[in-house]
């Protein structure tokens, strides 16, 4: 079926250390994955992308692992900060859907200064 | 600021009546998405309009219709409101480039109580 999941509900992590926020996708069939960061009171924002062609793609702090053999998206957030503090969502789109994304239910990160 | 405008930030009505939420999307954006947030449901796609017309559906349910105007701001008109609609309504908006990457840019949402 169409679900995408969240492995942990809840991360904790202290100011400075690397966070890492999973996810794990049913359908085989996604080819594109993205990373949302929502912070209180606001809409989802982008972080990353990557598509089912790539393994890895990085950004600024941020780099995103997919692995389709175990159907797993995980966001790497180095030196993580205080304005880390968010809920994290992933999304999986499925390119004959246009732009539909299916989101996953959402990790909340705290950052401990 | 992602350039997407949905008023009213807050709306707390009645069960049994109906609302109207509006969306403006960023500037030279032809696609309106709309979503839902809740809390058992998380975000839920509902229905996409381009350019006017309707694109794409989703969980949408009867009781709730859309529509995207020629100055392509959107409105999303949920009626009979129940308990259970009470929710964080999205909109996002896109330049329709059609390619798998296309970038969504949400607005603040509309916090919609049902009582």
């Known amino acids: 079926g169409e679900s995408v999941g969240l492995h942990l509900p809840t991360l904790s992590v202290q100011e400075g250390d690397n966070s890492i926020i999973n996810c794990a996708y049913s359908n085989s069939a996604s080819d594109y994955f993205i990373w949302y960061k929502q912070e209180s009171g606001k809409g989802p924002q982008f972080i990353i992308d990557i598509r089912s062609n790539m393994d890895k793609r990085q950004g600024q702090r941020v780099t995103v692992l997919l692995n389709k053999t175990v159907k797993h998206l995980s966001l790497q957030i180095a030196a993580t900060q205080p304005g880390d503090s968010a809920v994290y969502f992933c999304?999986?789109?499925?390119?004959?859907?246009?732009?539909?994304?299916?989101f996953g239910q959402g990790t909340e990160l705290s950052v401990k200064p | 600021d992602s350039g997407v405008t949905q008023t009213p930030k807050h709306l707390i009505t009645a069960t049994g009546q109906r609302v109207t939420l509006r969306c403006s999307p960023r500037?030279?954006?032809?696609?309106v998405y709309w979503y839902q947030q809740s809390l058992d449901q998380g975000l839920q796609f509902l229905i996409q309009y381009y350019n006017g017309e309707e694109r794409a559906k989703g969980n949408i349910l009867e009781r709730f219709s859309a529509q995207q105007f020629p100055d392509l701001h959107s409105e999303l008109n949920l009626s009979s409101l129940e308990l259970g609609d009470s929710a964080l309504y999205f909109c996002a908006s896109s330049v329709p480039t059609g390619a798998l990457d296309e970038k969504l840019f949400f607005g603040s949402g509309t916090q919609l109580s049902v009582l």
């Open positions: 999304a999986e789109k499925f390119n004959n859907q246009g732009g539909k994304l299916i």
């Open positions: 500037s030279g954006d032809l696609s």
